[in-house]
């Protein structure tokens, strides 16, 4: 059975930078994409980023796009999430997740319990 724990989150001020990491286990994710995706508090689910299983590709919507980076190393079945230039409308829960590259929360098989990320002002 797979697992996914996320660590790194914490509070940082704006402007600031935080680096998530996602630790895989329980079976190879070599083969999968990984995505991050954030939910705030009363908001839905957010789409953050994604990386092919061969890390040769990835995908940020508008609202990151330039500030975050997503990577992984395969070898260490670890994903990370670089987080520059934070605002306080990043805060959220950030969850790391394994399956197809894909901006949508149903195409990923695999989910991680979160870590939370606020930013303040």
């Known amino acids: 059975q797979g697992q996914l724990v996320e660590s790194g989150g914490g509070l940082v001020q704006a402007g600031g930078s935080l680096r998530l990491s996602c630790a895989a286990s329980?079976?190879?994710?070599?083969?999968?994409?990984m995505g991050w995706f954030r939910q705030a508090p009363g908001k839905e689910r957010e789409f953050v980023a994604v990386i092919s299983w061969s890390g040769g590709t990835t995908y940020y919507p508008d609202s990151v796009k330039g500030r975050f980076t997503i990577s992984r190393d395969s070898a260490k079945n670890m994903v990370y999430l670089q987080m520059n230039g934070l605002k306080p409308e990043d805060t959220a829960v950030y969850y790391c997740?394994?399956?197809?590259?894909?901006?949508?929360?149903?195409?990923?098989?695999?989910w991680g319990q979160g870590t939370q990320v606020t930013v303040s002002s």
């Open positions: 329980g079976r190879s994710f070599s083969r999968y994409a």
């Open positions: 997740a394994a399956g197809r590259y894909s901006s949508r929360g149903d195409e990923y098989e695999y």
